[in-house]
């Protein structure tokens, strides 16, 4: 009597072809996942006639997860994880180093592995957790409100205010001042889901309206803009609660009295699933 082979989904692996990466796949991807019941693959693992790039992109869209390797610095494989987010698909990622992972990728969730054998381990755990709870893929960000001073990020367009906390210190008896501003966000979960996915928060600004950021957060800069990520994320989103976020930042120069600044940010939430941008209008006071 055959023994009745479990069926909990298919798996669709991106990453290079190359000899090097063969005992990963194999031995790290999937011998473990298939274990578990999946069908895992690669696409040249497969037969079929059309162009290439139209079978990852059709086996992307039906796979019931994506599994990306991003630290093979492969454009092949950025792209392809690129059109599994732009999908929403259940996109997981996995990386030998922090260090490896291109600027674009650094927010989203990442498996860290150390050997074949640590990754087995980190794979099964993982996806053994996906299967006993299947709503950790419902995106969180579809069922969160944001605020910001008590306003829903989607329905205000009005300038939200904060004030300046001046600090001030004194040396060989001269006193100095220090200002400093705290942006808060609110997140509330509005469904009746426990969400468990470290979101990552994200704050772009214009670089030009001298503001600096504290030295805890990571901060990224282009050209014209700033984007500071928050060091810690937020793990647990519980059933109708909030939580808070708060981005500092320190003035290069003081403002003085009944002076402000006024410019336009974007928030950035990172999840499992993709990303989310919120535009907002800020306005600093003193």
Known sequence: MKEDIKNNGSIFVLMPF?????????????EPLQKL????ERVDEQHFEDLIIERIQNQIRTADYVLGVTDTL?????????????????TILIAKSEKTIPFD???YPHIIYNSIGDLKEKLISKFEHYLKNPTIFLDPLDNIEIYISGLSINQSNTRINFNVERNFTETNGFQFEDQSV???????????LEFQQN?????EIPKSIGLIPSKKEKTFLTKNRMLMFMSEKIETIYPKSISKIIF????????NENQNLEFEGI??????????????KLKISC
């Open 267 to 280: 928030l950035h939430l990172y999840s499992i699933i993709g990303k989310k941008e919120f535009p907002i």
């Open 248 to 255: 500092t930042y320190y003035l290069e120069e003081n403002l």
């Open 18 to 30: 190359s000899n090097e990466f063969n005992d990963l796949y194999k031995l790290g991807i999937k």
């Open 182 to 192: 705290d942006i808060h966000f609110e997140i509330e979960n509005n469904s009746n």
């Open 199 to 203: 979101l990552q928060f994200g704050l």
């Open 105 to 107: 990728l650094k927010q």
């Open 37 to 40: 019941g999946f069908l895992c």
């Open 74 to 90: 492969n454009p092949n494989v950025f792209y392809e994880i690129g059109f599994s987010h732009a999908l929403q698909k259940k």
